[in-house]
Each structure stands twice: as structure tokens, then as C-alpha cells.
DNA sequence: GCCCAGGTATAAA
DNA sequence: TTTATACATGGG
């Protein structure tokens, strides 16, 4: 069963450009799970071919891919603001930021730290047929729930190193509700953000990444070394707060652009 | 072997 | 308050 839309995005550009570490591509097809369910999606001239229903395209898929979200109109806004945004804009003018779900938000950058994504991706893979809920050739994002009865022992399958103590923090947190995942959509941002860095493993850099991916907080800036240094060499008179509320698409335009072309801000 | 990867906890200055 | 180091693992 498949529901078609007009192409409102770009598949590559969204799904592999650091902000979601379940899709992968065969032969022109993207294949990922989020809120328990597997889709497969492809293009075909103008329009995009999702192997759903049009009930769960309705319920999951187009809030997931925020089209809702007028990017053309944030795009400009942030392009008119500085030149060097606009080439990263334009170098990738199909990205969306994802609305993923939380809980794996949470848990993928925690997964992220001192790590590279290559490898992110494939702990994140071992998780979910580990201890997530087997949908036939997919696997659902293990809960909190599931993952809170775990020892560090049951982990060392995913190789996740020293992370798996932070998991598992989190996993008690969330599951014993120490930690209310839902109250962080509307909390106050640096409420919301002292609130994720109660969880070990969770610094800075970790809770915006999970308020700006997994709670849409599109003010947040994740800044890690990368991106200062990106930060330093491309946007020298910027801070990312001038940036403003689309702070966090901004950022992923920039994470995007310079990761694609590091001979850019190689420094000196 | 060495260095790095979408950082953070911890100890020490 | 800021700065240095360990941390698990795998790829280049």
C-alpha cells in the first residue's frame, strides 16, 4: 500500500545529514523505523512514493517530515541574514529538520559523543535488534521501559563503550518518570535544558541536540568542536544566537555544508 | 601503533 | 570558574 505527495523535500540531504541515524538507502529506496513503524520511501519524477497508509502518512509521516513547516520562507529569512549561510543553504536546500521522537533522540546522542556517525549509526542499529520489538525486517526503537530492566552486561553486545552507563541512566530517569519527556515541549529552553543535563552523559551539547531533533526546538544551536570551529573560520563576525529562533536549522544548513566540504574551514 | 570521532565526568588548578 | 585527562570502540 502506498501513499503519494508532490516532492517537498530532499531524501539524501534530510535523512543523512547528521540528524537521524535510522535511514539507509538501497537502489534509490530509504528505509527507516520511527513511532514503531517502517517506511520505505522513494521519488519518482515530481512526487514522493511512501509505502504507508494514507491514515499513517496523516498521523506520523507528515508531521515526522514537518511539512507543515514553510522552509522556502525560513530559508530566505535566514539567507538574507549573512552570505555564507546562503551558499550553505543552497548547497543543500532540501534539508528538513525531523521530528523525531525523543526518547531516541535522547538516547542516538548520547550514542553521539566522541564518536563519528558511521559508528553512531551502527550502535543505534545494534539497539533496536537488541532490545527493540521485531516488526518483520525491522526492528522498533527499544522504550525506555525495556531498556530501564537492563544491566550494562546486557549492553555489551552494541559495543557502545562507556556510553552504556548513560543510557541506562536515562532509561531510569525517563522510565520511573524522574524525567518528564513531554513537559520539555514547552518548558522554558533553559529549564528544559537543566532538566536533560540531570541525566548523566547529558551535557550541553547533547540536550540541544535533543531539544532542537527530538522536541523540534528549532532555537537551540548544538555547538560542539565541529561547529565552533566552523563557527570561527566561516562566520567570524557571528554568534549563533544571531541566528535567532531558525538558530538550529541554521546550524543544520552550516553542520551540513561544512561537513560535505571540509577543505572550506580547514584552519591554519 | 597513532589519531580522530556531532562530549562529558571528574579531578585539579 | 576554567583547564586537563580518561573514556570504549572502530576506521583511516
Redesign the pocket.
Known amino acids: 500500500m502506498n501513499y503519494v505527495i508532490p516532492k517537498k523535500f530532499d531524501l539524501t540531504e534530510t535523512l543523512d545529514?547528521?540528524?537521524a541515524f535510522r535511514w539507509s538507502e538501497t537502489d534509490g529506496v530509504w528505509s527507516g523505523v520511527a513511532y514503531g513503524k517502517l517506511l520505505k520511501i522513494t521519488e519518482k519524477n515530481d512526487t514522493m512514493i511512501m509505502s504507508c497508509t494514507k491514515e499513517d502518512y496523516e498521523k506520523i509521516w507528515h508531521n515526522y517530515f514537518d511539512l507543515d513547516c514553510d522552509y522556502e520562507k525560513i530559508k530566505s529569512e535566514l539567507s538574507s541574514m549573512n552570505k555564507i549561510l546562503a551558499e550553505a543553504a543552497e548547497f543543500a536546500p532540501g534539508i528538513r529538520i525531523l521530528r523525531q521522537e525523543p526518547w531516541e533522540a535522547l538516547c542516538s546522542?548520547i550514542f553521539?559523543?566522541?564518536?563519528?556517525?558511521?559508528?553512531?549509526k551502527?550502535i543505534v542499529a545494534s539497539f533496536c535488534e537488541n532490545f527493540g520489538e521485531n516488526l518483520g525486517c525491522a526492528y522498533t526503537f527499544p522504550t525506555a521501559e525495556r531498556v530501564s530492566q537492563l544491566t550494562e552486561e546486557d549492553l555489551?553486545p552494541i559495543?557502545?563503550?562507556?556510553?552504556a552507563?548513560?543510557i541506562l541512566s536515562a532509561a531510569n530517569m525517563v522510565a520511573n518518570g524522574e524525567i518528564d519527556l513531554n513537559s520539555l515541549f514547552t518548558m522554558n529552553l533553559d529549564e528544559a535544558r537543566n532538566e536533560l543535563?540531570r541525566?548523566?552523559?547529558?551535557?550541553?551539547?547533547?540536550?540541544?541536540?535533543v531539544l532542537l531533533?527530538g522536541f523540534h526546538r528549532t532555537e537551540c544551536?548544538?555547538?560542539?568542536?565541529?561547529?565552533k570551529r566552523a563557527m570561527n573560520v566561516l562566520f567570524p563576525e557571528n554568534t549563533p544566537e544571531d541566528f535567532g529562533v531558525n538558530s538550529g536549522i541554521a546550524?543544520?544548513y552550516i553542520?551540513?555544508y561544512s561537513?560535505m566540504n571540509p577543505h572550506l574551514f580547514e584552519e591554519k
Do not use: T
Open positions: 545529514c547528521g540528524q546522542f553521539s559523543q566522541n564518536n563519528n556517525i558511521k559508528r553512531i551502527k555489551a559495543k557502545c563503550g562507556f556510553r552507563k548513560y543535563i541525566i548523566k552523559g547529558v551535557g550541553p551539547k547533547v540536550a540541544d541536540c531533533y544551536f548544538p555547538l560542539d568542536v565541529w561547529m546550524q543544520q553542520f551540513h561537513r
